[in-house]
Antibody
Framework: EVQLVQSGAEMKKPGESLKISCQGSGSSFTTHWIGWVRQMPGKGLEWMGIIYPGDSDTRYSPSFQGQVTISVDKSIFTAYLQWTSLQASDTAMYFC????????????WGRGTLVTVSS | QSALTQPRSVSGSPGQSVTISCTGT?????????VSWYQQYPGNAPKLIIFDVTKRPSGVPDRFSGSKSGNTASLTISRLQAEDEADYHC??????????FGGGTKLTVL
C-alpha cells in the first residue's frame, strides 16, 4: 500500500519562510512523479506542480512559477514545497499526491498540510 | 491554463441519478481521453473515483460512471445514497505532464 505522509499544520506570519514535506513509502517513490495541490478555504483544487524524484525534473503551473519551490530528497523518499516569503493569501490546505504510471491522474494522496499565514 | 468549469452545486434524492458536468477546452478535456474525478469529504483528502474518462479504480461502486463528449466530461452517480454527499472535482490532462482541475461541485443528497 502506497502511503504519503505529510508534515503537520503550520502557523506563520507574513514574510516568513516555510518548507513542508511529503514522505513516501518504499522504492516506488523514486519512479513516480509527485505533485502538490493547493486548496484554499472553501475552494476547489489547484495543480501547483510536480517533481520526478529520480532526477528532480520539475514542472510548475504558470500560476505558481516563481512563487514556490518544489524539491526532493530521494534518499529519504521525501518531497518538499517551499516558500521564501509567505503572504496571507498562501493560507490553504496543501496536498501532495502521486502520479499514476500513465502520468494523467493522481492515484494516491497525502492527508494534507494546513498552512495558516496571519499577523 | 484556466480551471475547468463545474456547477457549484447539484442535488438529488436517494435512489435518483445525478450528473455533474465538467467543461474545458480543446487543449485539455477535448484533446485527451484523460479525465479523472475525485470525491472529497469535508476535512479529508480527495479520493480517485474515475480515471481515463470511464475507468473505476478497484473498490469504487459501479454506481459511479464517467463519460465525455467534445470539451465536456460528465460524472453520473446512479442510485444515489446518503454517503455520496461530498464534493466532486474533475481533472484533465493538459499536456506536458500538467493537469488542470475544475472548481469542484458540492453534491447534496436531499
Amino acid at each position: 500500500e502506497v502511503q504519503l505522509v505529510q508534515s503537520g499544520a503550520e502557523m506563520k506570519k507574513p514574510g516568513e519562510s516555510l518548507k513542508i514535506s511529503c514522505q513516501g513509502s518504499g522504492s516506488s517513490f523514486t519512479t513516480h512523479w509527485i505533485g502538490w495541490v493547493r486548496q484554499m478555504p472553501g475552494k476547489g483544487l489547484e495543480w501547483m506542480g510536480i517533481i520526478y524524484p529520480g532526477d528532480s525534473d520539475t514542472r510548475y503551473s504558470p500560476s505558481f512559477q516563481g512563487q514556490v519551490t518544489i524539491s526532493v530528497d530521494k534518499s529519504i523518499f521525501t518531497a518538499y514545497l517551499q516558500w521564501t516569503s509567505l503572504q496571507a493569501s498562501d493560507t490553504a490546505m496543501y496536498f501532495c499526491a502521486r502520479y499514476s504510471d500513465s502520468r494523467d491522474y493522481f492515484d494516491y494522496w497525502g492527508r494534507g498540510t494546513l498552512v495558516t499565514v496571519s499577523s | 491554463q484556466s480551471a475547468l468549469t463545474q456547477p457549484r452545486s447539484v442535488s438529488g434524492s436517494p435512489g435518483q441519478s445525478v450528473t455533474i458536468s465538467c467543461t474545458g477546452t480543446s487543449s485539455d478535456v477535448g484533446a485527451y481521453n484523460w479525465v479523472s474525478w475525485y470525491q472529497q469529504y469535508p476535512g479529508n483528502a480527495p479520493k480517485l473515483i474515475i480515471f481515463d474518462v470511464t475507468k473505476r479504480p478497484s473498490g469504487v461502486p459501479d454506481r459511479f460512471s464517467g463519460s465525455k463528449s467534445g470539451n465536456t466530461a460528465s460524472l453520473t452517480i446512479s442510485r444515489l445514497q446518503a454517503e455520496d454527499e461530498a464534493d466532486y472535482h474533475c481533472c484533465s490532462y493538459a499536456g506536458r505532464y500538467t493537469l488542470v482541475f475544475g472548481g469542484g461541485t458540492k453534491l447534496t443528497v436531499l
